[in-house]
């Protein structure tokens, strides 16, 4: 098989392609050929040397993959070779060949393409479980959502939209925000010519939001949650400060550290709001939840509610250039690897 290494934390130039023995599924599992792999923060954050939970480099990383069943391991039931699937990876995503255990393999529906079907795992299953899991997003809620021209934010708009009377607030560059307003974001804002927490206490007339979803992490926590109205929460996803430029500062590195707000019990009961943490990498012993979550984001694609947007599609031998697109923030959507 052929798969992208992480030969050694570093800059884009440490990715390499190889080959090596194909795998072999093992009880409970199926192997996929892959056709395409999503590519997300967390494995540039992994090249990086940033990402705690990634395995040790020289290794291939990669959360999902779309393709057909080639093999299958004793004990499966439901999946058969050749069927159209989709999966979720506890890394090894990116590669041309990997085996799965079954209970996180769910076969796609007819219309479904590969590459998109590569696009729902990560980046939908996060926002949905933000939303309706963590959250309980309900009728006329005010939320905003950082980076909102990547693929969290654009799968989080679009789902933000099935729910009635939902006002969204999105960061991102000017250039996005048609975009934006496409995927149903009512307040773009521009965030490197305006303060987002000035621009939305003006849009909200001083009452702030009821639900921030923030993948940037240190300073911005506490910034978020100044946002919030009584009753409001604040979800935690993500430290994509830490992933900006290819540069490790040691500078950057504590300043999002000591920015990270103190949070207790009694301040949080005194003031009526909630701070919640996602981490989907974290969330493996509950295949039975992740299965249930991705079950309905199959069925909203079946109805026309979603529909992943991809920013660009690269071969694996340009894995380079697709780990700085999503690095220098230029993606408009899903960046996807094809073998």
Not at 276 to 299: F, I, M, P
Request: with cysteine; net charge neutral.
């Amino acid at each position: 098989m052929r798969a992208v290494w992480i030969t050694k934390s570093g800059g884009p130039e440490v990715l390499e392609v190889r080959e090596s023995p194909d795998p072999q599924p093992d009880r409970g599992e199926v192997r996929i050929a892959v056709r395409a792999c999503g590519l997300n923060f967390a494995e540039v954050m992994a090249r990086q040397g940033l990402y705690p939970d990634a395995p040790k480099p020289p290794c291939v990383v990669g959360y999902e993959v779309a393709g057909v069943v080639d093999a299958v391991g004793a004990e499966v039931v439901g999946l058969e070779v050749g069927q159209r699937v989709l999966a979720l990876v506890r890394f090894g995503g990116h590669a041309d060949s990997v085996c799965v255990p079954a209970s996180r393999v769910l076969p796609m529906p007819d219309g479904l393409g590969f590459t998109e079907g590569a696009a729902l795992p990560v980046n939908y299953l996060t926002a949905y479980h933000m939303l309706f899991r963590v959250a309980n997003l309900r009728p006329e809620a005010r939320v905003l959502v950082h980076m909102a021209a990547g693929g969290v934010g654009i799968a989080v708009l679009q789902l933000c939209r099935t729910v009635p009377g939902v006002v969204t607030f999105g960061t991102a560059s000017a250039a996005k925000h048609d975009v934006l307003r496409e995927e149903g974001c009512t307040h773009p804002i521009d965030y490197r010519t305006e303060d987002y927490v000035t621009r939305v206490r003006e849009l909200t007339d001083g009452e702030g939001l009821d639900l921030v979803l923030d993948s940037l992490g240190g300073r911005d926590w506490k910034r978020g949650m100044g946002l919030l109205r009584p009753v409001g929460q604040l979800v935690a996803y993500g430290f994509a400060n830490l992933a900006a430029g290819e540069r490790r500062r040691i500078r950057r590195l504590v300043g999002q550290i000591t920015g990270v707000p103190l949070l207790t019990p009694l301040g949080m009961m005194d003031r009526n709001r909630t701070v919640s943490g996602v981490n989907l990498g974290q969330l493996w012993d509950r295949s039975d939840l992740l299965r249930e979550e991705l079950t309905a984001l199959l069925d909203l694609w079946r109805a026309g509610a979603i529909t992943p947007r991809i920013d660009h599609v690269y071969p694996f031998e340009d894995a380079a250039a697709a780990h700085r697109r999503i690095g220098e923030r230029r993606n408009v959507g899903k960046v996807v690897l094809v073998p």
